[in-house]
């Protein structure tokens, strides 16, 4: 019955990384559709993102699965807690990727992002990306110590998302209150993703430490 358990947590986590992969592949996806106007790479993203939900659905199933069966206690119990709120962060992140790519399939075939926001999309998107992998490693293989460098990603992302609005702001913005709003609401979805990261981050340490950390939103 022991080794039953243990096959089927190792599958909740297969299901987990796969959704960290899937969720940094769609923002990747989504950020070239942002910045090319890459038509089928929006498509993609948005097509894809019920993959994301039905996996989301199956570590769901899973779990309250394990919880009726195997009634577990101290770090099974906790291991199940973890994987639902990880696997929420990762839903939502997969949410908003799909959202950066739709914003890019309703200015298509314009580029959705101005010359001048380019630099700062572009290393948005890399500290996303950045902060994904991170935490399919820290789900493949759990690291406390790994998991806490999220934070220090995050901060580099909201000093981002400071400079993308130093540029809205300012008197010499030339394209007018439409893209300005798209880009606002571009930059909240690029720093909501890292926000949930971070989350996912701190679900990984309390599952390490049974210590919960304070959350990030």
């Not at 894809?48 to 570590?59: G, I, M, N, P």
């Not at 400079?163 to 300012?170: E, K, M, Q, W």
Request: proline share 3%; hydrophobic share 45%; charged share 30%.
């Amino acid at each position: 019955m022991r080794d039953e358990f243990r096959a089927d947590l190792q599958i909740v986590s297969q299901l987990l990384v796969d959704m960290a992969e899937g969720v940094r592949a769609a923002m990747r996806q989504a950020t070239r559709a942002l910045l090319t106007a890459d038509r089928q790479a929006a498509e993609t993203v948005i097509e894809r993102d019920a993959e994301t939900d039905d996996l989301y659905r199956h570590v769901e199933e899973r779990v309250c699965d394990l919880l009726a069966r195997q009634a577990p206690v101290a770090s099974d119990l906790r291991a199940m807690i973890t994987a639902l709120h990880v696997a929420a962060d990762l839903e939502r992140m997969g949410d908003l990727a799909e959202h950066v790519a739709k914003t890019a399939l309703r200015r298509h075939p314009s580029p959705a992002v101005p010359a001048e926001l380019r630099t700062v999309f572009t290393e948005m998107s890399e500290i996303a990306d950045r902060m994904a992998v991170k935490i399919g490693s820290v789900l493949a293989k759990p690291d406390a110590d790994l998991a806490s460098e999220l934070d220090r990603d995050d901060d580099a992302m909201d000093e981002l998302h400071k400079n993308l609005f130093a540029v809205l702001l300012g008197d010499d913005w030339p394209y007018g209150v439409e893209t300005a709003i798209d880009a606002t609401l571009l930059g909240r979805y690029y720093e909501r993703f890292a926000d949930h990261a971070v989350n996912a981050g701190e679900h990984v340490i309390y599952l390490i430490t049974g210590q919960s950390a304070p959350s990030s939103f």
